[in-house]
């Protein structure tokens, strides 16, 4: 065997091998990759950060499953932490019926974590006060549309069983006016019924984390501005705690810049894999028409 | 190492499933069909629980008989399987197609079609700052350049076979970059996953 068909015929499961260390090796050396940050996160992050303290809430939709947990999560507690940081309420709900064990554990964990960093007892963060989680519900793009109208008459409860009537932040958050921006954490389609339905009709301002998998098919509604900001997969997840960080929002870095330093890597090994496997492919078609003197498909 | 028994599952449950990168095996076999039998389990209880319990059947326990009318709806989805009444299922159906094109036609085009319209438009205004006019320029050629390729009622030469070709590049650069982030997110699950074997389980990392 020629070597440039040895390289087109390397087996899968030396790849994999390879792509397993690699993913693995920046977790024990110290291997620093820097991270650009794409305008569409910052957009976001510029958004949130124009909303005044105890205003108008942001709306989380926490619409993701735990296959995705890796890309979606560290978006949802970087959002949430930049959020109780400024003073911002919270209302999460959720729509993927995979997504309220994800979202509890995301709003609980970084509702905990500010309420440690509490001197007194106003500085506490409390449910009800400062966010609030609605749970799942069936018909999203009804309930949807008739959030605009009232909130309350789509959630009368919220996840736990509470009538929401009863909670400050629900008194004063009734219907859209009241949302300075929605922002979609999602791995399947839930963004475009929040861009279709309350978008068009009630003018919301809507913002996205989406895997990386979705991410080019949003892009056209950041140009239209349609969307007021997106994170897109694991990057835009890092990119957001980099600037959370950054600000002086959060003590630490979170997962996804982590996780993107092993993504650089792999990116670098799929390429030399891709360019390897092209030139394998010149070689072999120049090593054919050599020997017939033409090459027919 | 972690003594959570539940840790230890999940570990287990993502080796068995990586086995198959090395080739189909029992175990994989096992851990695929566990999965699929768990995640049935877990709807089937979650919308009885969330939705039919709590919008249907417990307002109809509460005398609210106009519930009656989507539990009829609804069983007609069943009579698929008696060929007597089959065609009952047109109903629903009808119902279904009726509500959802009403609902979503004016959506769409209001927010997919005239929107993004808007958004091709080269206008005077988006020069005001010239790098987003060289974009909003070269949106256009991309838009107009696609739409070629896509036009089959004349022969593409010529003028017509230069644009067509100039948007074969255009599609070209968006599925590169749909392929890169597929490339992204797929390597992203894998990281999510072991940094779930290295912290959590193996305890080695934070």
């Not at chain 2, 080269?122 to 107009?144: C, M, R, Y």
Request: some cysteine; charged content about 15%.
């Amino acid at each position: 065997m020629k070597w440039y068909e040895r390289i087109t015929k390397i087996d899968r499961r030396i790849i994999y091998l390879l792509l397993t260390s690699l993913v693995i090796l920046p977790f024990f050396v110290k291997v620093t990759i820097p991270q650009n940050i794409m305008p569409q996160t910052k957009r976001l992050f510029d958004f949130i950060e124009s909303i005044p303290p105890n205003d108008k809430a942001v709306m989380i939709s926490f619409d993701y499953t735990p296959q995705t947990q890796p890309e979606c999560h560290p978006m949802a507690k970087a959002l949430l932490r930049h959020c109780f940081s400024r003073g911002i309420p919270v209302i999460g709900l959720s729509y993927d019926p995979q997504a309220p064990g994800l979202a509890l554990d995301a709003i609980t964990s970084i509702a905990q974590e500010f309420d440690s960093l509490a001197a007194i007892n106003d500085d506490s963060f409390d449910y009800g006060v400062d966010y609030v989680y609605l749970g799942w519900k069936s018909g999203r793009i009804a309930a949807q549309l008739d959030m605009g109208e009232e909130i309350v008459g789509v959630y009368p409860r919220d996840y736990f069983g509470n009538v929401i009537d009863s909670f400050p932040l629900m008194n004063k958050v009734r219907n859209y006016k009241n949302v300075a921006i929605v922002v979609i954490i999602s791995s399947a389609d839930y963004p475009l019924d929040w861009i279709r339905y309350p978008q068009t009709r009630y003018g919301v301002n809507v913002g996205a984390g989406l895997t990386a998998v979705m991410a080019p098919k949003y892009y056209p509604f950041l140009q239209t501005g349609q969307m007021s900001g997106m994170m897109s997969g694991m990057k835009g997840a890092a990119e957001y705690e980099k600037l959370v960080f950054d600000h002086g929002y959060a003590r630490t870095l979170g997962t996804a810049e982590t996780g993107m330093n092993s993504q650089s890597m792999i990116h670098i090994l799929i390429m030399i894999f891709i360019i390897l496997g092209n030139v394998g492919y010149f070689f072999s078609r120049r090593g054919k028409k050599g020997k017939t003197g033409d090459i027919r498909e | 190492m972690s003594s959570d028994p539940w840790i230890w599952i999940g570990a287990f449950l993502t080796l068995m499933i990586f086995s198959f990168l090395y080739k189909d095996n029992p175990f994989y076999k096992f851990g695929e069909h566990l999965f699929v039998g768990v995640a049935n389990g877990y709807y089937i209880v979650f919308y009885w629980q969330n939705s039919l319990r709590p919008n249907l059947f417990e307002p109809l326990g509460a005398g609210e008989f106009i519930y009656v009318v989507p539990l009829l709806l609804g069983l007609m989805y069943f009579t698929r399987f008696i060929p007597k009444i089959s065609w009952l299922v047109r109903i629903p159906i009808g119902f279904m197609i009726g509500w959802g094109a009403g609902l979503s036609i004016p959506a769409y085009f209001q927010a997919e079609v005239l929107r993004q319209l808007e958004g091709t438009v080269v206008a005077p205004t988006s020069f005001s700052n010239p790098t987003s006019g060289v974009w909003s320029l070269f949106i256009l050629i991309g838009v107009i350049c696609t739409l070629i390729y896509f036009f089959f009622s004349k022969e593409h030469k010529g003028v017509l076979g230069h644009t067509s070709r100039l948007g074969i590049i255009f599609i070209m650069i968006g599925f590169g970059a749909s392929f890169g982030y597929t490339v992204m997110a797929r390597v992203s699950l894998l990281i999510g996953r072991v940094q779930f074997l290295l912290g959590p389980w193996l305890g080695l990392i934070d």
